[in-house]
């Protein structure tokens, strides 16, 4: 196991959500990159504790956008809030620490030489102690089913592995809203059936942006279909992908 290297920089974070605080909350969010474009247009949002939502809708509809906003990696105007904290730098931190995004390609998220390295950055940087960390991301590495992976060189793992490693560098920072982009794009059969079965068995909030509507169906109950940087639907799963016509107007096939 490689040696724990403190960074002293930072204390440690710990935050526990009160139960009746929405983990996020957004109102008349907008947003528009440098060169003019608007991804994001009076998007308003609320995402209770629990809950498990798919994010859908075609290219450029400004889904990864939105995600990019919930650790403050992009801020666009308007209002949100996470875990009732204002989006604001001196709340960046403890914002990240909450909201753990996942990113499409594991690869650009699998950076240190194994994965013990990996999963225990988060943690290190939190400022917690050596204990705390090697707890965490035995926890981690235990919720992914990836337990005595620790040592494995991360670009030597397979796609669904890493998929699942990515996973773990922010379980390992206890988050209170796990945010993944596209997680089943790339996957055979069998590692998506996988990663099906894990993200239905893992206890935390869930935001999920996919193509995958079969995946969708089973797993969230609830889906926000966004179209042209705005929300045009919210509500039951199951019923929105029998609205054929809806599906239809903004891109997505019945699965």
């Known amino acids: 196991m490689p040696p724990i ?33 608007v991804a994001l247009k009076n998007l308003n949002l609320t995402i209770e504790q629990g809950e498990k939502v798919a994010l859908v809708g075609p290219n450029g509809a400004g889904k990864s956008t939105l995600m990019l906003h919930l650790n403050g990696i992009l801020k666009g105007e308007g209002e949100l809030r996470v875990g009732g904290l204002p989006l604001k730098k001196e709340n960046l931190p403890l914002i990240r620490s909450l909201v753990g995004l996942v990113f499409q390609n594991p690869d650009d998220q699998l950076f240190s030489p194994t994965v013990f390295e990996d999963v225990a950055f988060g943690p290190l940087h939190m400022g917690l102690p050596e204990s705390e960390v090697l707890a965490r991301v035995d926890e981690a590495l235990a919720q992914v089913d990836m337990s005595g992976f620790g040592e494995r060189l991360s670009h030597h793992l397979s796609t669904g592995q890493k998929k699942r490693i990515a996973i773990a560098t922010v379980l390992s920072m206890a988050p209170q809203l796990l945010v993944l982009d596209e997680p089943s794009a790339g996957l055979d059969p069998r590692a998506r059936r996988g990663l099906i079965n894990l993200m239905r068995d893992l206890p935390v909030t869930m935001l999920v942006s996919t193509h995958d509507l079969r995946m969708a169906d089973e797993l969230f109950p609830r889906m926000v279909i966004m179209d042209e940087g705005q929300i045009v639907a919210d509500g039951e799963t199951s019923a929105l992908l029998k609205d054929e016509a809806l599906l239809e107007k903004h891109g997505l096939e019945k699965p």
């Open 5 to 37: 290297t403190h960074t002293p920089s930072q204390p440690a974070i710990f935050q526990e959500l009160s139960e009746d605080c929405p983990v996020i909350s957004i109102d008349d969010l907008s947003f528009a990159y440098p060169d003019g474009h």
